[in-house]
């Protein structure tokens, strides 16, 4: 396999998949704004975990990666301020610009699923 997993990277994805799964409940909740918090922080802890402290300060930080980081804090801002709706919008833009590039990686990974990567192999094949 092309791709190592450690346990660190293990448990940072599984963050990132609780991560997601407590925005999912947020948002079937009407946007609870205390999922939504809590899916945040189990998502940044396990993007920081998968990629590292350097590595993930250095793509926030990164000039073109600008647009992406501020729309993804003004997301954030609009979830504590009380604008859920708006928040996730923003956060879900800022998190395309901001892992656009990784979609390639991704997929290749998924490919390795046995279940998973058939279903991907179904409908686009490489």
Do not use: A, D, H, Y
């Given at each position: 396999m092309a791709y190592?997993?450690?346990?660190m990277k293990k448990a940072g994805i599984g963050l990132i998949v609780f991560?997601?799964?407590f925005t999912f409940l947020a948002v079937v909740l009407f946007f609870d704004r205390g999922l939504l918090a809590l899916g945040n922080i189990f998502w940044?802890?396990?993007v920081a975990i998968l990629l590292g402290w350097r590595s993930m300060l250095s793509l926030f930080t990164n000039p073109p990666n600008y647009k992406g980081t501020a729309s993804f804090l003004l997301g954030l801002f609009f979830?504590?301020?009380r604008l859920p709706i708006i928040g996730i919008l923003f956060e879900l833009y800022g998190c395309?610009?901001?892992f656009g590039h990784f979609w390639s990686s991704i997929k290749v990974f998924l490919y390795h699923?046995?279940?998973i990567g058939w279903i991907i192999h179904?409908?686009?094949?490489p």
């Open positions: 190592e997993l450690t346990e991560g997601i799964f940044l802890s396990g979830i504590f301020v395309l610009v901001l699923i046995p279940l179904f409908i686009s094949p």
